[in-house]
């Protein structure tokens, strides 16, 4: 079975701190891994998904995310956080482009 | 402009009653997907659909059912069986099923709540 874990339900930055958030996955199969943003009362956003062609993938909004197989992670990180990069970031896992297994949800904060 | 509507935004329910959340897209995907978000839960899989005319249940269907009769619509009710309906429900389509990477794209999501 597939599932993800995401280190850390809250996390605070300052604005232009480096952003880190955690996400472990646990596949018995190669996964298809995907980072999505959500604003308050909105829907989710793609940020970035991992096809396999790439470790290092490259999202919107200067966002990326490495796939380290070793470790079973896919860390999404930015360089400089900016005080509308505040919102909640979800990791997920699919298969086969089935349907999508979601972490438990990352809050960040980004102080002035 | 191709995407996934919701509605309504926000729902209020009285204790006893069915209630049915719209969800259509115009993208020409196969799949569907309802999911709940409840604070610090994440998002859990209700019910999918990847063809008309059959679905799938997810990790919480119990209180729910589902209908796919056309490949833009796949709207969701919350039975009077839902003790704890009280949530935020997000739609989800994607392009096909088993190929490859396929990402979810989601609707603005309907605020249902008990009163």
């Known amino acids: 079975a597939q599932s993800v874990t995401q280190l850390g339900s809250h996390v605070s930055v300052s604005e232009g701190a480096l952003v880190l958030l955690r996400c472990n996955y646990s596949?018995?199969?190669?996964?298809?891994l995907f980072w999505y943003v959500q604003y308050p009362n909105q829907g989710l956003q793609l940020l970035l998904k991992?096809?396999?062609?790439?470790?290092l993938v490259k999202g919107i909004n200067g966002f990326e995310a490495e796939f380290k197989k070793s470790e079973t992670s896919f860390h999404l990180t930015k360089p400089s956080a900016h005080m509308s990069d505040a919102a909640e970031y979800f990791c997920?896992?699919?298969?086969?482009?089935?349907?999508?297994?979601f972490g438990q949800g990352t809050e960040l904060s980004v102080k002035p | 402009d191709g995407g996934i509507t919701q509605s309504p935004k926000y729902l209020f329910r009285k204790e006893g009653q069915n209630v049915t959340l719209s969800c259509e897209q115009n993208?020409?995907?196969?799949?569907m997907y309802w999911y709940r978000q409840d604070p610090g839960q994440g998002l859990r899989l209700i019910y999918y659909?990847?063809?008309?005319?059959?679905?799938q249940k997810g990790d919480i269907a119990e209180g729910y059912s589902v209908s796919r009769e056309k490949k833009e619509s796949f709207p969701l009710t919350v039975t009077s069986a839902q003790k704890n309906p009280t949530a935020f429900y997000l739609c989800?389509?994607?392009?096909?099923?088993?190929?490859?990477?396929?990402?979810?794209?989601f609707g603005q999501g309907t605020r249902l709540t008990v009163v």
């Open positions: 989800a389509s994607s392009i096909s099923r088993g190929q490859g990477p396929t990402e979810a794209f």
């Open positions: 596949s018995s199969v190669p996964p298809y």
């Open positions: 991992y096809t396999s062609a790439a470790t």
């Open positions: 997920a896992v699919s298969h086969q482009g089935g349907k999508l297994i």
């Open positions: 993208l020409n995907h196969d799949a």
């Open positions: 659909s990847q063809i008309v005319n059959d679905f």
